[in-house]
């Protein structure tokens, strides 16, 4: 049977206020009241809950974080910059997924009334910004990793889409490549917009296949282009799985790599170096993503002020055999 606070109580001969006080280490309680509870304690095995804790100190000392769901390919890498800065901090975490939709906003919006944690770091899940932006002006501190080129009224950490881009198209161009096929995600993606911005800028004549960020929008536009005799002579795709199927379906076609077609993905996803050949990418910095977000919020319940304007990350363009 689990230990209770009010069994501590009972067998320190004290209140249950004074157990919490002396568990909260508040300086109410004198010396000897509280090596007596404290005695009583470790001698019973009483673990406070983190909740109790929390609670008793006006703070939960856990971070939340909102995110679509854990099947996009870069979230892992974001996650994981979260993670190591928040446990640095003594800070813990609790992850929501917006795999059900509304029922699942619904179920997050009551932990947020419930106070389960003392601040948000969210990947925005689709049309749940208005909601987040009311949180925060009730009082929720929020940071947004990616904003998609929205920019709310709150901290943001966002990574430069459209000059990764650009930076794609100008080593395409480069390298004597002037058919591009550009094989895109989910066209109402602010960041699929810029992507695209970015690499017209540079190569203005260029095939766009319309594409979700999937390995099979990527085979399907190569294979379909090719059945429709389209002349490319290299493909731009907005994210890593979109350009590992790209390379499928040229291996399948019998085209080479990159003599006949140069390949280049978006993401630096760490399938990126081990893709036949490996593939040229746009690296987006998801674990510093991630961390710096996480640091932004930690320091903003700290007492300093988040910066007005989102802190930009850039992109750089890592060179492999599918377009060197």
Not at 283 to 306: D, I, K, N
Request: contains cysteine; neutral net charge.
């Amino acid at each position: 049977m689990r230990v209770t606070i009010a069994d501590v109580a009972r067998e320190a001969g004290v209140s249950k206020t004074t157990v919490s006080r002396v568990i909260n280490t508040r300086s109410e309680v004198d010396r000897a009241t509280a090596a007596r509870v404290r005695s009583v304690i470790g001698r019973l095995g009483y673990v406070p809950s983190s909740g109790a804790v929390g609670l008793a100190r006006g703070t939960s000392r856990t971070l939340g974080m909102l995110v679509p769901s854990l099947t996009w390919s870069w979230i892992a890498e974001v996650l994981q910059g979260v993670v190591d800065t928040v446990e640095a901090a003594g800070y813990g975490l609790l992850l929501y997924t917006c795999n059900r939709g509304t029922e699942s906003v619904e179920r997050f919006a009551s932990q947020v009334s419930a106070r389960a944690f003392d601040g948000l770091l969210v990947v925005e899940p689709e049309n749940t910004l208005d909601t987040i932006a009311a949180m925060h002006r009730g009082g929720l501190p929020v940071v947004l990793i990616d904003d998609r080129g929205r920019h709310p009224a709150f901290p943001s950490v966002v990574t430069t889409n459209h000059e990764g881009a650009a930076g794609a198209a100008r080593h395409l161009r480069a390298g004597g490549r002037r058919r591009p096929l550009v094989i895109t995600g989910p066209g109402h993606f602010p960041c699929v917009q810029d992507r695209l911005r970015g690499f017209a800028s540079v190569l203005p004549e260029h095939v766009v296949a319309p594409g979700d960020f999937t390995e099979r929008a990527g085979r399907d536009a190569v294979e379909r282009h090719l059945a429709a005799g389209t002349p490319f002579d290299s493909v731009f795709a907005h994210n890593d799985l979109s350009a590992a199927g790209a390379l499928r379906a040229l291996r399948a076609a019998g085209r080479t790599v990159p003599d006949d077609v140069a390949v280049i993905g978006f993401d630096d996803l760490p399938m990126a170096r081990h893709t036949e050949p490996p593939l040229t990418t746009v690296r987006q910095p998801a674990g510093l993503l991630g961390e710096t977000a996480a640091r932004m919020l930690l320091g903003h319940l700290g007492g300093v002020r988040a910066p007005d304007e989102p802190v930009v990350l850039p992109t750089d363009l890592v060179v492999r055999r599918s377009a060197p």
